[in-house]
């Protein structure tokens, strides 16, 4: 039986015409690029379902943990915090900003030459169709670039309960000392929007749920080395899509679930694609649902992507955040000791991700890397080229591409993807 949901999302304030005509384009896409792979495994039957009911059962269960009094969390960025909002009690949801809506009405608001990311946000918002958005008690904005800096001043018009936290932009003890701030502001605004004092007990279980979830991905990353790959790159960036949206602790439950059956498969050398397919790994910026255009073009042409230096992807959960600590403080400490290690682009200098894209590179026996910036984002599209250099100085194959989350450029993009595969196969 299919549940309607039309009343919910009016409640919340949807375009419900514009809501529908986002929900069939992402189901026709999703059916296109998803459901028509091959030897798919089993466990991905959660993803599918979680995907379908991503606008559906998953905003039911925030609005009913609302009626509860528990506080939802709108993020774009991995710096927030996962662990303190858990420790209050709320629930972290990653927002919607993977394509373009209401362009023309966004560009009376921001400039044209601003990366896609930005303004999908706005476009979001402007056309009334993101129900997470609409849903969130609070939204935390981040200042990891100019763009996102200059353009949350124009966003605070739109969405009133928007809370904008500073990061520092080098790693120094200062650089610290700002984000340890940082985040203990954001621990006492938590407890006054939750009411729940955060206690050792409750940030210390908030980083045990943040890091299991971690430790699943780590784990299907690892598995991902096997040849044939047991898991397209496909599948493995929707489940990373699907790991800011998902409750953590049914998540984590089902991705462990996923590895297993990964661990059968690879044992009886069944692959989502032939052995010795050509391995691209992706670099750079997040790909945010229903971002899928780079991914899907590679693995069409006949490679197969084995990992993600990205957001959405490796940067996002490669390291955990220690347990160890008797305090509040202390415990607060190890979150930022965690979240200081992340290699953003907006670290200036910033060597630690150069050189853990060559570390996944060679981990996963990578034939190449595509490194992939959104149009606009100087961050990434500059650090692009010493980390071309880089990579061919090791003997890595490498290629650069700007886009955006139009379809406009699917034809060159197939084509100098099928170049670089007939390359470095």
């Given at each position: 039986m299919?549940?309607d949901?039309q009343?919910?999302w009016q409640e919340?304030?949807?375009?419900?015409?514009?809501?529908?005509?986002?929900?069939?384009g992402l189901?026709?896409?999703y059916?296109?690029i998803f459901?028509s792979?091959?030897?798919?495994?089993?466990?991905?039957?959660y993803?599918?379902?979680?995907m379908r009911e991503?606008?559906?059962?998953r905003?039911?269960?925030l609005l009913?943990a609302?009626?509860?009094?528990?506080k939802?969390?709108g993020a774009?960025c991995?710096?927030?915090?996962?662990?303190?909002v858990l420790a209050?009690?709320?629930?972290l949801?990653?927002?919607?900003t993977?394509?373009d809506?209401?362009m023309?009405?966004?560009?009376?608001?921001?400039?044209?030459?601003?990366?896609?990311?930005?303004k999908?946000?706005?476009?979001f918002?402007l056309?009334?169709?993101?129900?997470?958005?609409?849903?969130?008690d609070?939204?935390?904005?981040?200042n990891?670039?100019?763009?996102?800096k200059?353009s949350?001043?124009?966003?605070?018009?739109l969405i009133p309960?928007?809370?904008?936290m500073?990061?520092?932009?080098?790693?120094?003890?200062d650089g610290?000392?700002l984000?340890?701030q940082?985040?203990?502001?954001?621990?006492?605004?938590?407890?006054?929007?939750?009411?729940?004092?955060?206690?050792?007990?409750?940030?210390?279980?908030?980083?045990?749920l943040t890091?299991?979830k971690r430790?699943?991905l780590?784990?299907?990353?690892r598995?991902?080395?096997a040849?044939?790959?047991?898991?397209s790159?496909?599948?493995?960036?929707?489940?990373?899509q699907?790991a800011?949206?998902?409750?953590p602790q049914?998540?984590?439950?089902?991705?462990?679930?996923l590895?297993?059956e990964?661990?059968?498969r690879i044992?009886?050398?069944?692959?989502?694609?032939p052995?010795?397919?050509?391995k691209?790994?992706?670099?750079?910026c997040?790909m945010?649902v229903p971002?899928w255009?780079?991914?899907?073009?590679?693995e069409?042409s006949?490679?197969?992507v084995?990992?993600?230096?990205?957001c959405v992807?490796?940067?996002?959960w490669r390291?955990?955040?220690?347990?160890a600590?008797?305090?509040?403080?202390e415990?607060?400490?190890?979150?930022v000791?965690?979240?200081f290690?992340?290699?953003?682009?907006?670290?200036?200098?910033n060597?630690?991700r150069?050189?853990?894209?060559?570390e996944?590179c060679?981990?996963y026996?990578?034939?190449?890397?595509?490194?992939?910036s959104?149009?606009?984002c100087q961050?990434?599209?500059i650090?692009?080229?010493p980390?071309?250099?880089?990579l061919?100085?090791q003997?890595?194959?490498?290629?650069?591409?700007?886009?955006?989350?139009?379809?406009?450029?699917?034809?060159?993009?197939q084509?100098?993807?099928?170049?670089?595969?007939?390359i470095?196969?």
């Amino acid at each position: 039986m299919t549940v309607d949901y039309q009343p919910m999302w009016q409640e919340l304030g949807l375009d419900l015409q514009a809501h529908d005509d986002l929900l069939q384009g992402l189901g026709t896409a999703y059916q296109d690029i998803f459901l028509s792979q091959k030897n798919r495994p089993r466990g991905m039957a959660y993803l599918d379902f979680v995907m379908r009911e991503v606008h559906g059962l998953r905003i039911k269960e925030l609005l009913d943990a609302k009626k509860t009094g528990r506080k939802v969390i709108g993020a774009f960025c991995v710096f927030v915090p996962e662990e303190i909002v858990l420790a209050a009690d709320a629930i972290l949801v990653g927002l919607c900003t993977g394509a373009d809506f209401a362009m023309e009405e966004v560009e009376k608001i921001l400039p044209r030459n601003t990366c896609s990311l930005i303004k999908s946000a706005f476009g979001f918002k402007l056309s009334r169709v993101c129900p997470y958005l609409e849903a969130a008690d609070m939204v935390v904005g981040e200042n990891t670039c100019d763009g996102k800096k200059k353009s949350y001043e124009q966003l605070l018009e739109l969405i009133p309960n928007l809370y904008v936290m500073d990061l520092p932009q080098q790693k120094t003890e200062d650089g610290r000392h700002l984000l340890r701030q940082e985040y203990r502001r954001f621990l006492q605004v938590m407890e006054e929007l939750s009411g729940v004092e955060i206690t050792v007990d409750r940030l210390r279980r908030g980083i045990e749920l943040t890091n299991n979830k971690r430790w699943a991905l780590q784990r299907l990353t690892r598995l991902r080395a096997a040849n044939p790959v047991p898991i397209s790159g496909l599948d493995v960036l929707l489940i990373n899509q699907v790991a800011f949206y998902d409750d953590p602790q049914r998540f984590t439950e089902s991705i462990n679930k996923l590895c297993d059956e990964l661990e059968e498969r690879i044992q009886q050398k069944i692959g989502a694609f032939p052995a010795d397919t050509p391995k691209i790994m992706l670099s750079g910026c997040p790909m945010a649902v229903p971002n899928w255009k780079l991914p899907s073009l590679i693995e069409r042409s006949g490679a197969v992507v084995v990992g993600e230096e990205s957001c959405v992807g490796e940067r996002g959960w490669r390291n955990l955040t220690a347990t160890a600590g008797n305090t509040v403080d202390e415990l607060l400490n190890a979150i930022v000791d965690r979240y200081f290690q992340v290699d953003c682009a907006v670290f200036t200098p910033n060597p630690d991700r150069e050189r853990h894209v060559a570390e996944m590179c060679r981990d996963y026996q990578a034939d190449g890397v595509i490194h992939y910036s959104l149009q606009f984002c100087q961050p990434y599209i500059i650090e692009s080229m010493p980390m071309e250099r880089r990579l061919n100085d090791q003997g890595s194959n490498f290629l650069r591409i700007e886009t955006d989350y139009s379809q406009e450029d699917v034809g060159q993009l197939q084509t100098r993807i099928e170049a670089f595969i007939e390359i470095i196969s």
